[in-house]
């Protein structure tokens, strides 16, 4: 009797592992900023912590019960992002946090994640023409409606997981390539000169940020130098001065690549792209071993999500891309983030886990 392939990949919990002791690292010496509020790095050994909760959940529950529980769960995620309009409390000028006695979270950080379960659900039989579409808009656009108003980045992310997973799903890849086509006619002509004057500012800023070098431009120009400082080998650990000495904004969340490189150089750079590589090779091989496309397609959502997210933070810490706000996915510090990533990627173990199971 031929053996079934192992259902588990210990190298998938190994890799997401070293990139949280690179975050543990990167936001302990970034702790160390007058800019940092106090006890940042307990509050990330916490969120660690917090996360065995949902990835308990989701081990106990299954692939087929986390599939059968997304409408609800995603009803609930839209229901927690509404409620921000009303009871919101405003951070770096987005008013889309929810404080809880002493928990303060994003729910858009739960929409992600119910997203893309909802979005593998309405997808699960691939590319059938233009109900495709009107299933899968009707889903998507609710949540893309509620998060551009508040928080561009996130929208972009949600954009982003929208596009892969419905490539994953065999749309053709001339509708792709219309819908760039128009997404590019769209962004110049229409949305930028409807943007306010310092969004306009933020997503061009990064062309020449010594156009305005104490203003739009000083983040830029501070994260490039702590960048160029390090070097080859790094100043070492605990030894980064533009973080240390405050020069370097938000070093512990949209910089904290920068306070990383300034620290262990270009030796260390490599070390995190190899990390993220190993991370999205696992879930590419955890697609390409699926035999259903339902489950094809999440982890392509999943894989889009925080593909992304990490081009465009490293993108924009090295001058590169706008700056959007988007953390570094397990190494920027932050408890909804990590707790939401960790139980994206404790979803794909699972379903992978549970890829031979029969269908729902």
């Known amino acids: 009797m031929p053996e079934l392939p192992l259902k588990y990949d210990l190298r998938f919990p190994v890799v997401i592992a070293a990139l949280?002791?690179?975050?543990?690292?990167?936001?302990?010496?970034a702790a160390l900023s007058p800019r940092a509020s106090s006890?940042?790095?307990?509050?990330?050994?916490m969120g660690v912590a917090l996360a065995a909760a949902p990835i308990a959940l989701l081990w106990w529950a299954g692939r087929d019960r986390i599939y059968r529980a997304a409408p609800y769960l995603y009803g609930l995620a839209l229901l927690m992002q509404v409620s921000t309009f009303v009871i919101g409390k405003e951070v770096n000028g987005q008013r889309n946090w929810i404080v809880v006695g002493p928990l303060q979270f994003q729910p858009l950080e739960i929409l992600k994640f119910a997203l893309i379960l909802m979005l593998a659900v309405t997808l699960r039989e691939g590319f059938k023409g233009a109900r495709t579409y009107v299933r899968a808009l009707a889903v998507f656009l609710p949540a893309l409606g509620l998060v551009v108003i508040q928080d561009f980045g996130g929208a972009m992310v949600l954009c982003v997981m929208f596009a892969v997973m419905m490539l994953a799903a065999r749309m053709p890849v001339w509708h792709a390539l219309l819908a760039v086509l128009a997404v590019g006619i769209t962004v110049p002509t229409v949305l930028y000169p409807n943007l306010e004057p310092y969004q306009q500012k933020r997503l061009t800023i990064f062309l020449d940020p010594y156009q305005d070098p104490r203003g739009a431009g000083y983040q830029v120009i501070q994260s490039t130098i702590a960048v160029g400082s390090g070097g080859l080998q790094g100043k070492g650990y605990k030894q980064g001065s533009q973080s240390h000495n405050g020069f370097l904004p938000e070093a512990h969340t949209d910089f904290a690549v920068s306070t990383w490189l300034e620290e262990q150089g270009f030796v260390g750079g490599v070390v995190v792209l190899v990390l993220y590589g190993a991370l999205f090779w696992g879930l590419a091989g955890m697609a390409a071993e699926s035999p259903r496309l339902q489950d094809q397609v999440l982890f392509a959502g999943i894989l889009g999500q925080i593909g992304f997210q990490v081009l465009e933070n490293i993108g924009a810490a090295l001058s590169v891309l706008p700056l959007t706000g988007i953390t570094l996915p397990l190494i920027s510090y932050g408890l909804s983030s990590l707790v939401s990533t960790l139980s994206t990627l404790g979803l794909a173990y699972v379903v992978y886990r549970d890829r031979y199971l029969g269908q729902i």
Request: glycine share 12%; hydrophobic share 55%; net charge positive.
């Open 20 to 29: 949280l002791i690179v975050g543990l690292m990167t936001v302990s010496t």
């Open 39 to 45: 006890g940042i790095f307990n509050k990330q050994l």
